[in-house]
């Protein structure tokens, strides 16, 4: 354990304030395994400056979004750590008599303090509604009593309300000394790293549904997605997805939409929410990072499962006519920004888009920006979208197909992180890209193409980037040539589509760290060295 770090009492008296002045612990995992070794590369020091992250909405101005959220996977991996928690619990005055319940307290209190250690800034989101706490390991009535406990102290307090119908969840800073840096966790049996959420719809102008489902409906289902997340969180608590100031991201979950396992699906993780830049900077086993980003993901995938074969070119959106008549380099790329907003708009919205997308207010301004003034644009959304489908016929079938693209795309990714995963190489998805070491680039980029080939027949484009030796980005285009193969053209599931976009707040999906078959123990360690296996 880091010296620096302070031992903090986890024991409350009455009246009596917890200490202020430790470092904030970061979690790591001591793994037994892992398949391949990573070796170190030299890359110059920098600070990814991890601070409060914001949003500027037009109904409520700058928000801040929380690090992370609270998740119900955690239990003490030690007595030390039991009888910690548990006494904690008593000076809170939310000890229940029944063993049983007493199991669930500390396991609610676990699930706090490891959120705490993975927030930089203390900033947590904690769901306890009755609909986000069904089932085990503990329901709404503990993690209410355990939160009123917290703020009776003073040590939680709420930095932002929420408000359910724009999708804002309440945000809390925590006081950090909570977490005592010697506990340590493991995850319970009770956690699963896949969710099936239910179907979104508008009720009086509100925004209702997209809560998590029992599993129960899902079994005989859902193990096989499970069983992939459990191997890949486990490789990622070997080897953490790191910044140079020691802060890891680690782990991850699944989340299906609509009720079912065929409609959403993506992967989700902590680092997702930080700007390209900076999760350049992360670095896994010690060593640097790379991006590889699948061009105009959603575009291909439409194309094969409308029947239109591959894209004619690896940059679609410069192909439309209101873009590719533009000669000023500058304005060209915003139209082209935009072009690529509305083409997302219109599949998320299953070829209903008539209009722009709403006005937003943008960060440092006091007034909501339409669409059309932010891109400068002339004339209203069809004419836009008439050129876009002329450019690009096999939209106007969105409608009629009703394929949900977002699992296409996810399948994709899945598929391409468990066949790396084989190969002894650890990666970490942002939607539509996948993060690797750097010098495994051209063996991700093969398995990506190989997966792509098979789930669509041909390979889009794909954009590599990663920082020199100087810090500076480096940016590349792969474009593998070849026909479409019969594959691509077979896969037509039909499902519903829905990604239920929230227009105005970005809410941050949140993630879950490992689960173990044997239990790896969760203890604070900014150690910067690389995994040597």
């Given at each position: 354990m880091a010296t620096s770090h302070r031992r903090c009492s986890a024991f409350l008296q009455q009246g009596e304030q917890l200490h202020m002045n430790i470092q904030v612990p970061h979690n790591d995992y001591l793994a037994e395994e892992a398949a391949s070794k990573v070796a170190e590369q030299s890359l110059p020091h920098v600070n990814t400056g991890f601070v409060s992250r914001t949003k500027v909405t037009l109904e409520y101005g700058e928000l801040k979004l929380a690090q992370t959220f609270v998740r119900r996977q955690w239990e003490p991996a030690d007595e030390n750590t039991w009888a910690g928690l548990l006494e904690f619990a008593k000076a809170l005055g939310v000890v229940p008599l029944k063993p049983t319940s007493q199991k669930k307290v500390v396991r609610c209190l676990s699930d706090l303090c490891m959120a705490v250690r993975r927030s930089p800034d203390g900033l947590i989101a904690w769901q306890t509604g009755s609909a986000e706490l069904i089932g085990p390991p503990y329901g709404q009535e503990i993690a209410m009593q355990v939160k009123k406990g917290l703020e009776d102290k003073g040590l939680i307090t709420v930095e932002q309300k929420s408000a359910k119908s724009k999708e804002l969840a309440r945000i809390y800073q925590v006081d950090r000394s909570?977490?005592?840096?010697?506990?340590?966790?493991?995850?319970?049996?009770?956690?699963?790293?896949v969710e099936v959420r239910s179907p979104k719809t508008k009720v009086g102008g509100k925004t209702v549904g997209g809560s998590p489902l029992g599993r129960a409906r899902f079994v005989g289902q859902i193990e096989p997605f499970e069983q992939q997340m459990y191997r890949l969180n486990k490789a990622m608590g070997a080897y953490p997805l790191r910044s140079d100031d020691g802060h890891a991201f680690i782990g991850c979950r699944r989340i299906f939409n609509n009720g079912s396992l065929l409609s959403g699906g993506r992967v989700y993780g902590d680092w997702q929410g930080l700007p390209e830049v900076q999760r350049l900077q992360l670095r896994i086993g010690g060593e640097p990072v790379c991006e590889i980003d699948i061009k105009a993901c959603y575009l291909a995938i439409a194309y094969i499962q409308f029947g239109k074969g591959k894209l004619p070119e690896d940059d679609p959106y410069s192909s439309v006519r209101f873009v590719k008549e533009c000669c000023e380099p500058e304005r060209r790329m915003q139209l082209r920004t935009a072009c690529k907003l509305l083409v997302v708009a219109y599949l998320g919205k299953q070829g209903e888009l008539t209009k722009y997308p709403r006005a937003k207010k943008h960060k440092g301004g006091d007034r909501a920006i339409s669409f059309k003034t932010r891109f400068d644009l002339d004339h209203n959304a069809d004419f836009y979208m008439n050129q876009i489908k002329e450019a690009h016929p096999a939209l106007v079938a969105q409608k009629a197909y009703g394929d949900d693209l977002m699992y296409r795309e996810s399948s994709i990714v899945v598929d391409a992180m468990m066949t790396l995963l084989g190969l002894g190489v650890i990666s970490y998805p942002v939607h539509d890209c996948l993060i690797v070491p750097l010098s495994y680039k051209e063996k991700a980029v093969e398995v990506l193409s190989d997966t792509m080939r098979d789930h669509l027949g041909f390979v889009p484009a794909m954009d590599v980037a990663y920082l020199d030796h100087h810090g500076q980005k480096v940016e590349t285009t792969i474009s593998v040539q070849g026909e479409v193969g019969p594959q691509g053209r077979q896969q037509h599931s039909r499902v519903i589509l829905d990604w239920g976009l929230s227009e105005d707040f970005?809410?941050?999906?949140?993630?879950?760290?490992?689960?173990e078959n044997t239990e790896y123990l969760v203890t604070p360690n900014t150690s910067q060295e690389p995994i040597r296996l």
């Open positions: 909570i977490c005592s840096p010697d506990y340590k966790f493991k995850q319970h049996k009770d956690w699963h790293p970005d809410l941050i999906e949140d993630w879950d760290e490992v689960r």
